[in-house]
Structure formats: C-alpha cells, structure tokens
C-alpha cells in the first residue's frame, strides 16, 4: 500500500512524466507526432490538475478544488462562446475537446508559477 501511495505522489507531483511516458508509447504505435502529442496531453490533464490542487494546498494550506473546476467551467464557457463566434454550427464534442486542451495550457502555466512560488517560499522561511 505504501508503494501506490508514493507512486501516486510522484505522478501527481510529476505530471510531465505522465506527458513522457504516453507520448513515447503513442509515438512508438502510431508513429504519428500528432497522434502522440494528443494523447499526452488528454493523459496528463487529470493528474495536472491534481497536482495544482495538491500544490496550492502544500503552500498555503487552502482547499481550492471549487476554484479548480470554476476555472475549467469557465474555460468550457469561453471556448463555446468563441467556437460560437467563428461557425454557425458546433458539436458539444468540439467545445469538449478545446476546453480540455485549453485548461491543459492554464493548467501547465499554473503549475510551473506554483512551483516557482513554492520554491521561492522556500527558500524565503528557510533564511528568515
């Protein structure tokens, strides 16, 4: 049980090892860059996620799991209104799918500034 437990840790502290490892298995079937880079980034979208949840609450202490998925219903609300913009008719499908990919992008940008801050903190409390 101890095993899954830090596997599980390291995978949500790591979720660019998730985008490695899906990438080079989807690249070595298919063959196809396109293919892969897709499919790396649907696998990894969870655990990123997770592991800015997790992140946000190892440095401040703060639950944010409403914000989260405020900021993906957001993402989901913005992507229809523009997909809207640009053709007459759209399936829910398609809304699905770049919100998805735009919440990986935020998502990517959140966990790097997170990492950065909680380095920054750090090294902050550890000289004070």
Not at 20 to 31: G, T
Not at 48 to 67: E, M, N, P, R, T
Not at 72 to 88: C, E, N, P, Q, V
Request: hydrophobic content about 60%.
């Amino acid at each position: 049980m101890e095993a899954a437990a830090i596997l599980i840790s390291i995978l949500l502290y790591a979720p660019y090892l998730i985008y490695l490892i899906v990438f080079i298995a989807v690249k070595k079937i298919s063959s196809r860059h396109r293919t892969a880079v897709s499919t790396g980034i649907h696998a990894t979208n969870p655990f990123l996620i997770g592991s800015v949840y997790f992140l946000i609450l190892s440095i401040w202490d703060l639950s944010v799991f409403w914000l989260l998925c405020l900021i993906i219903a957001a993402t989901g609300i913005l992507s229809a209104i523009y997909i809207r913009s640009k053709k007459d008719d759209f399936t829910f499908a398609h809304i699905l799918k770049s919100t998805w990919r735009l919440s990986f992008l935020i998502f990517v940008i959140l966990h790097i500034s997170l990492v950065i801050a909680g380095t920054a903190l750090a090294i902050y409390h550890s000289v004070i």
